[in-house]
């Protein structure tokens, strides 16, 4: 994404290799390829990798010619080249992005493009993704119209440190008398290093938390360091050049191996692919610059494809918000997509890089400016942008839905507040696991003892036991972690979890449950996977025969009751949320559903226990949350009742309690009021 090129008064002609900005452009082709939903370029986003390895390549061989003419690397000098190539075009796509949304998306989707855009803003938008990707209830990452400047975050933490890293460690050579080209060595085998310790750290969390591995600084630094190695090592290149037609050879074997690995042939993960990728680079970059007189380095040089890798940060930085924003507006084909997204953000990107990009870097006056003023004024910039301009825009999508006859609907109310009831929750739960039994105990009483368990559809249910126990004179503990499903033995769908819920249900099943010795447990749970169809795959099958073998251990072999709570009715999973439904809705009939869960598996599966067991039993809520089942509505007696497309809200679950209560007495399962 970043080209690196000088400003006015550092320009030198002969540094221009255009054959790189060849690269840039074939980088920036697959990752919009892969955006608009390419099939085969189903590898698309080692565009990124390129991008990665490019600029570490690029900013190192900068540093270390600094280096080279004044004995050091001038900070300053190089933080503002950072700030006046960047900040500026970043700012106004940022703005613009949350701005253009707040006309097309409800406030609760609004409200999660703010806070992403905050992050970007300041340049930690890849930590915020890790934070979100692993948070169950967050908003779907995937749909972020700023989730590609994850990449950009990346680079910036690796230019903010690796100036000072790269100094120090080549001032550590030199006081072990490593000057010259043995300092360089030095600091050429800790960068060596470097890169291993991080693609090792990638590889090993690449199956238990793949977000953190594909996201981290930390474990995506192997690709910028294995581009700053290739800068320390400029023998690599120079020996290269002595043999054109093997040179020639890697760089067109470097390409090909890019173009595969960017297709669905190659079945490797995304860390795997981008370890691959990282090598096909460096073969690609040392090819061309040893022979850029070569077949494939006049290729790159043709004139358009030097002009759009030149243009490329511009087109990165638009091309997603692109592709989401038409798909809010139209429904278009994979070929339009792509055309129609190519040509907005290439036309964007060339007015960015004339009329903004290139005069605040070859601007004279700001050469003149003091290095580190501009550096303060460019975070200043970039700080007020995130706290004070992108908190300013409200979502103006109200009212965007058709309607055909309007009397006898409800009218949305118009004080309704879709971002403080999100930000109100689902629910709560006792974060008990491994502490001390009594931690997961909420309510203390003097009648039987009852324990929720589950994951967040128990977690949703606990504002209504709370109530309810509390009325009841009950004691109330649960043993709930979102995401989590209750069998033993199964794993669950986000892998950044899985190691969370092996430990935690291990936790209850041999200490909690035994130790807090609940007379009845109620189980609530959603449908595992999100297959909601009457045809069990595989996984269903595995989860049916672990909830089998699990039982026993919850009932005590017959000695205690178990409640197997049926999931509440579901908009369908990745459908779009009832709650930021009614805040673009006119009247809340427009935001109805059909469950999309009857009929399911899993309930079936309940069903078939309770049969089975004596001490199992089945306890329907639907008519709960979903008075006029199957046809759901997202607002009943004027408080808002689905938190999402598959909970309801903490309100809601506070308004069910004496109804929850009536049908626990009608089973028999706590006394009658």
């Given at each position: 994404?970043?080209?690196l090129?000088?400003?006015?008064?550092?320009?030198?002609?002969?540094?221009?290799?255009?054959?790189?900005?060849?690269?840039?452009?074939?980088?920036?082709?697959?990752?919009?390829?892969?955006?608009?939903?390419?099939?085969?370029?189903?590898?698309?986003?080692?565009?990124?990798?390129?991008?990665?390895?490019?600029?570490?390549?690029?900013?190192?061989a900068?540093l270390?010619?600094?280096?080279?003419?004044?004995?050091?690397?001038?900070?300053?000098?190089?933080?503002?080249?950072?700030?006046?190539?960047?900040?500026?075009?970043?700012?106004?796509?940022?703005?613009?992005?949350?701005?253009?949304?707040?006309?097309?998306?409800?406030?609760?989707?609004?409200?999660?493009?703010?806070?992403?855009?905050?992050?970007?803003?300041?340049?930690?938008?890849?930590?915020f993704?890790?934070?979100?990707?692993?948070?169950?209830?967050?908003?779907?990452?995937?749909?972020?119209?700023?989730?590609?400047?994850?990449?950009?975050?990346?680079?910036?933490?690796?230019?903010?440190?690796?100036?000072?890293?790269?100094?120090?460690?080549?001032?550590?050579g030199?006081?072990?008398?490593?000057?010259g080209?043995?300092?360089?060595?030095?600091?050429?085998?800790?960068?060596?290093?470097?890169?291993?310790?991080?693609?090792?750290?990638?590889?090993?969390?690449?199956?238990?938390a793949?977000?953190?591995?594909?996201?981290?600084?930390?474990?995506?630094?192997?690709?910028l360091?294995?581009?700053?190695?290739?800068?320390?090592?400029?023998?690599?290149?120079?020996?290269?050049?002595?043999r054109?037609?093997?040179?020639?050879?890697?760089?067109?074997?470097?390409?090909?191996?890019?173009?595969?690995?960017?297709?669905?042939?190659?079945?490797?993960?995304?860390?795997?692919?981008?370890a691959?990728?990282?090598?096909?680079?460096?073969?690609?970059?040392?090819?061309?610059?040893?022979?850029?007189?070569?077949?494939?380095?006049?290729?790159?040089?043709i004139?358009?494809?030097?002009?759009?890798?030149?243009?490329?940060?511009?087109?990165?930085?638009?091309?997603?918000?692109?592709?989401l924003?038409?798909?809010?507006?139209?429904e278009?084909?994979?070929?339009?997509?792509?055309?129609?997204?190519?040509?907005?953000?290439c036309?964007?990107?060339?007015?960015?890089?004339?009329?903004l990009?290139?005069?605040?870097?070859t601007?004279?006056?700001?050469?003149?400016?003091p290095?580190w003023?501009?550096?303060?004024?460019?975070?200043?910039?970039?700080?007020?942008?995130?706290?004070?301009?992108?908190?300013?825009?409200?979502?103006?999508?109200?009212?965007?839905?058709?309607?055909?006859?309007?009397?006898?609907?409800?009218?949305?109310?118009?004080?309704?507040?879709?971002?403080?009831?999100?930000?109100?929750?689902?629910g709560?739960?006792?974060?008990?696991?491994?502490q001390?039994?009594?931690?997961?105990?909420?309510?203390?009483?003097?009648?039987?003892?009852?324990?929720?368990?589950?994951?967040?559809?128990?977690e949703?249910?606990?504002?209504?036991?709370?109530?309810?126990?509390?009325?009841?004179?009950?004691?109330?503990?649960?043993?709930?972690?979102?995401?989590?499903?209750w069998?033993?033995?199964?794993?669950?769908?986000?892998?950044?979890?899985?190691?969370?819920?092996?430990?935690?249900?291990?936790?209850?099943?041999?200490?909690?449950?035994?130790?807090?010795d609940?007379?009845?447990?109620?189980?609530?749970?959603n449908?595992?996977?999100?297959?909601m169809?009457?045809?069990?795959?595989?996984?269903d099958?595995?989860l049916?025969?672990?909830?089998?073998?699990?039982?026993?251990?919850?009932?005590?072999?017959g000695?205690?009751?178990?409640?197997?709570?049926?999931?509440?009715?579901?908009?369908?999973?990745?459908?779009?949320?009832?709650?930021?439904?009614?805040?673009?809705?006119?009247?809340?009939?427009?935001?109805?559903?059909?469950?999309?869960?009857?009929?399911?598996?899993?309930?079936?599966?309940?069903?078939?226990?309770?049969?089975?067991?004596?001490?199992?039993?089945?306890?329907?809520?639907?008519?709960?949350?979903?008075?006029?089942?199957?046809?759901?509505?997202?607002?009943?007696?004027?408080?808002?009742?689905?938190?999402?497309?598959?909970?309801?809200?903490?309100?809601?679950?506070?308004?069910?309690?004496?109804?929850?209560?009536?049908?626990?007495?009608?089973?028999?399962?706590i006394?009658?009021?």
């Amino acid at each position: 994404m970043d080209d690196l090129t000088l400003t006015s008064t550092e320009r030198r002609p002969a540094e221009r290799r255009p054959a790189l900005d060849g690269i840039r452009a074939l980088a920036v082709s697959l990752v919009i390829a892969f955006h608009c939903g390419v099939g085969p370029m189903a590898g698309g986003f080692i565009g990124v990798d390129v991008f990665f390895v490019l600029s570490g390549y690029l900013v190192t061989a900068v540093l270390m010619r600094a280096h080279e003419e004044s004995g050091r690397i001038q900070l300053g000098r190089f933080y503002s080249r950072r700030v006046r190539r960047l900040l500026p075009a970043a700012v106004v796509t940022l703005v613009a992005t949350v701005a253009v949304f707040s006309s097309l998306v409800s406030a609760v989707e609004l409200e999660s493009i703010q806070r992403a855009a905050r992050a970007a803003l300041l340049y930690v938008a890849n930590w915020f993704f890790i934070a979100e990707s692993t948070d169950y209830f967050a908003a779907d990452v995937n749909r972020n119209p700023v989730l590609h400047m994850w990449s950009l975050a990346v680079e910036e933490q690796f230019y903010l440190l690796w100036p000072l890293l790269l100094s120090g460690v080549m001032a550590v050579g030199g006081r072990l008398g490593r000057r010259g080209p043995s300092s360089r060595r030095f600091a050429a085998t800790v960068t060596a290093l470097g890169a291993v310790v991080s693609v090792g750290a990638a590889l090993a969390l690449a199956g238990s938390a793949p977000s953190r591995a594909y996201f981290g600084t930390d474990t995506r630094a192997y690709q910028l360091l294995v581009g700053a190695l290739l800068a320390l090592v400029p023998g690599v290149v120079g020996r290269a050049r002595r043999r054109p037609g093997p040179a020639s050879l890697l760089a067109w074997v470097g390409l090909g191996a890019v173009g595969v690995l960017a297709t669905s042939i190659v079945e490797v993960g995304p860390v795997g692919r981008g370890a691959f990728t990282a090598l096909a680079v460096v073969g690609l970059i040392v090819g061309v610059e040893a022979v850029p007189t070569g077949s494939l380095g006049r290729l790159l040089s043709i004139d358009p494809v030097v002009y759009l890798g030149q243009i490329s940060y511009g087109i990165y930085l638009w091309h997603w918000p692109l592709v989401l924003a038409l798909d809010e507006l139209v429904e278009v084909g994979t070929s339009a997509r792509l055309v129609t997204v190519t040509m907005l953000s290439c036309g964007l990107a060339a007015l960015s890089h004339r009329l903004l990009e290139m005069p605040v870097r070859t601007w004279p006056v700001l050469d003149r400016i003091p290095a580190w003023s501009i550096v303060a004024v460019g975070v200043t910039l970039s700080v007020v942008a995130a706290l004070v301009v992108v908190p300013r825009y409200e979502s103006t999508a109200r009212n965007r839905r058709e309607v055909g006859v309007e009397t006898g609907l409800t009218p949305v109310p118009a004080d309704l507040d879709v971002v403080a009831v999100r930000n109100a929750g689902y629910g709560t739960a006792a974060r008990c696991v491994g502490q001390a039994p009594e931690n997961c105990v909420m309510v203390r009483g003097a009648g039987p003892h009852i324990m929720l368990m589950g994951n967040s559809n128990a977690e949703m249910l606990v504002p209504a036991f709370v109530k309810l126990a509390e009325a009841r004179d009950l004691t109330l503990s649960v043993a709930i972690v979102a995401g989590c499903p209750w069998p033993l033995g199964v794993d669950a769908a986000q892998p950044e979890r899985r190691e969370l819920c092996r430990t935690s249900r291990s936790d209850f099943y041999d200490r909690l449950v035994p130790t807090l010795d609940p007379d009845v447990i109620l189980v609530a749970s959603n449908i595992y996977g999100g297959n909601m169809t009457e045809v069990m795959d595989d996984d269903d099958r595995a989860l049916a025969a672990a909830a089998q073998r699990s039982l026993p251990r919850l009932t005590g072999d017959g000695q205690r009751r178990v409640v197997l709570i049926e999931p509440i009715p579901t908009a369908g999973f990745g459908s779009e949320s009832p709650l930021a439904c009614l805040d673009t809705a006119t009247f809340t009939e427009q935001c109805r559903f059909t469950d999309a869960s009857q009929g399911s598996w899993y309930r079936s599966l309940l069903r078939r226990l309770d049969e089975g067991d004596d001490a199992v039993s089945t306890l329907s809520i639907e008519r709960l949350v979903c008075p006029l089942a199957p046809v759901c509505d997202p607002m009943v007696a004027g408080k808002v009742v689905f938190f999402d497309d598959a909970h309801i809200t903490a309100a809601w679950s506070e308004a069910i309690s004496d109804d929850l209560a009536t049908l626990l007495a009608g089973a028999g399962l706590i006394p009658v009021h």
